[in-house]
């Protein structure tokens, strides 16, 4: 019954921008930090931005830091990547991950289905 739901993806143009949206369920969402991940062809899995689970605290990676930012709804157990000024090396498929470790460093993770992004002209 979990569910994650990736949605926004598509094609724009270099320097534009674009917000992926993923939608949560079957889960306790509030509870879990929410991670941004991204495949691009021929290349290995990168993490792009987490968010704990207040929101308070985000990071990100540097090849997308003060270009991407992460949000989260917990009334809506929603979280969301707002990607702006978009660049060619951007281009992957984007994929949302739900993050849980207690204290005892048991370790619970919870994968959507990936959305495209391709940024070209």
């Known amino acids: ?6 949605s926004g993806g598509g094609l724009v143009q270099p320097g534009g921008s674009l917000r992926l949206s993923c939608a949560a ?15 691009a062809p021929r ?3 990168e993490l792009v931005a987490t968010i704990i689970s207040t929101g308070v605290i985000t990071t990100y990676a540097d090849s997308v830091k ?6 989260r709804d917990n009334a ?4 969301y990547l707002q ?3 978009l660049k060619p090396e951007d281009t ?6 739900a993050h849980y ?11 959507g289905q990936g959305t495209q992004v391709t940024v070209s002209s």
């Open 25 to 39: 369920s079957g889960f306790a969402f509030s509870s879990y930090a929410m991670r941004w991940f991204r495949q």
């Open 66 to 71: 003060g270009r991407f930012t992460i949000s």
């Open 101 to 111: 470790k207690s204290y005892f460093g048991r370790a619970t993770d919870y994968w």
């Open 43 to 45: 290349k290995e899995r």
């Open 92 to 97: 992957a498929v984007y994929y949302c991950n």
């Open 1 to 6: 019954q979990v569910q994650l739901v990736e």
């Open 76 to 79: 809506k157990s929603t979280v």
């Open 83 to 85: 990607m702006n000024s």
